[in-house]
């Protein structure tokens, strides 16, 4: 769920962060050059050698202390002002467990971000501290693990009554997409769905009022039948994120995407 921010080596923040899976590629480097390659210059017999700078931290902080109803955007506005790449919220058992992982543009905003320790999310104070690649691809790892090694519905436990409300709402043939990476494109969420015909006009990704994406989209069926059908994919994941469908209308999804121009 992701913010524009310029890397080291050129790329725009939204397209390196596409899909998480890329971060956590051994064969390729976040910021600058690859691992593998090196700079050798030996233009005088003494055969000087000069070895390329360390590339900078990458830039990640931990929270700690967040509300259990807590969003993406809830954390982007917490960071108001900073470049969020991306935010990985932390379960365990499939539970919540009020951590989270916030990758930022640029390594100089995690001082920024570590101006916000203990101010507060709603009622509670929320503690940031400074990470590293390694914890954050770690817990990319276990989220995935923990996804896959329980039913999406136990990933992401909620009451009773509030799936048999999904269940028995009527469809028009537009499905609301709640918990998407800020990075995620239309050809993410068409993947997603690739089991139906979709168009990337059929895709409407929900912007906040900074005109940086929510979290949110909305995508239109060609009929009630397949949005019900597709339905099958409630919390079943995009990258290591769970995705939360919700039956809805063209009328609601107008209203959210006009709100986000």
């Known amino acids: 769920m992701f913010y524009r921010g310029k890397y080291a080596d050129g790329g725009d923040g939204r397209e390196m962060a596409a899909k998480r899976q890329r971060t956590v590629d051994p064969g390729s480097s976040f910021y600058g050059t690859s691992p593998g390659s090196s700079f050798m210059y030996n233009p005088t017999p003494y055969g ?56 930022l543009g640029y390594p100089l905003q995690v001082d ?21 690649r390694q914890e954050y691809y770690k817990a990319i790892a276990n989220e995935v693990s923990d996804t896959r090694g329980s039913s999406p519905r136990r990933s992401a436990p909620r009451a009773k009554s509030y799936d048999d409300g999904k269940d028995s709402a009527e469809h028009t043939g537009v499905l609301r997409l709640r918990g998407l990476p800020f990075s995620a494109s239309k050809d993410d ?73």
Do not use: W
Request: aromatic letters at 12%; hydrophobic letters at 35%.
């Open 189 to 261: 969420i068409m993947d997603f769905f690739k089991d139906f015909v979709l168009s990337e006009d059929s895709v409407h990704i929900v912007m906040n009022s900074e005109g940086r994406p929510s979290g949110e989209a909305y995508v239109e069926f060609t009929n009630a039948e397949d949005s019900k059908a597709a339905m099958a994919k409630d919390r079943m994941t995009l990258g290591s994120r769970y995705i939360e469908l919700f039956p809805s209308s063209h009328g609601e999804m107008e209203d959210a995407v006009s709100r986000g121009r």
């Open 112 to 132: 920024f971000a570590l101006q916000r320790n203990r101010q507060n999310i709603g009622r509670r104070y929320v503690e940031v501290f400074r990470s590293k």
């Open 48 to 103: 000087y050698v000069s070895q390329p700078p360390p590339p900078p931290p990458f830039p990640v902080v931990r929270l700690r202390g967040l509300p259990f109803d807590c969003t993406e955007t809830d954390v982007a506005e917490f960071f108001h002002g900073l470049d969020i790449v991306d935010v990985l919220f932390v379960h365990k058992g499939g539970k919540f467990t009020g951590e989270a992982f916030c990758v």
